[in-house]
């Protein structure tokens, strides 16, 4: 029901910064939340920040609070995953998911992923 598209993944130095996007269409109204999960090789997928898609309650990882920031931008229909002060740790497949109706939901769409590559 909804249709999400990655974008900004690349490779960086450590330290540097990236910004990824998140473009959903379709059923959009229904979102509840939007989230960017990562997978490294050889790890399991992991949760990385979220966003409701009206209002503006966040939630991050330990692992990443203070350097990266999520963002929405309803009028686009997009979900920014601003990234600074990157580690080679980050480097991993990068994938933006939707829960619909209710926070207790499950992820149920998700997008194809973007890869980010921190260099040391």
């Known amino acids: 029901q909804v249709l999400l598209v990655e974008s900004g993944g690349g490779l960086v130095q450590a330290g540097g910064s990236l910004r990824l996007s998140c473009a959903a269409s379709?059923?959009?109204?229904?979102?509840?939340?939007t989230g960017w999960f990562r997978q490294a090789p050889g790890k399991d997928r992991e949760f990385v920040a979220s966003?409701?898609?009206?209002?503006?309650?966040?939630g991050y990882a330990d692992s990443v609070k203070g350097r990266f920031t999520i963002s929405r931008d309803n009028a686009k229909n997009t979900v920014y995953l601003q990234m600074n002060s990157l580690k080679p740790e980050d480097t991993a497949i990068y994938y933006c998911?939707?829960?619909?109706?209710?926070?207790?939901?499950?992820?149920?769409?998700w997008g194809q992923g973007t890869q980010v590559t921190v260099s040391s």
């Open positions: 998911a939707a829960k619909f109706y209710r926070p207790t939901n499950n992820y149920d769409s």
């Open positions: 379709g059923r959009t109204f229904n979102i509840y939340t």
């Open positions: 966003i409701r898609w009206s209002g503006s309650t966040t």
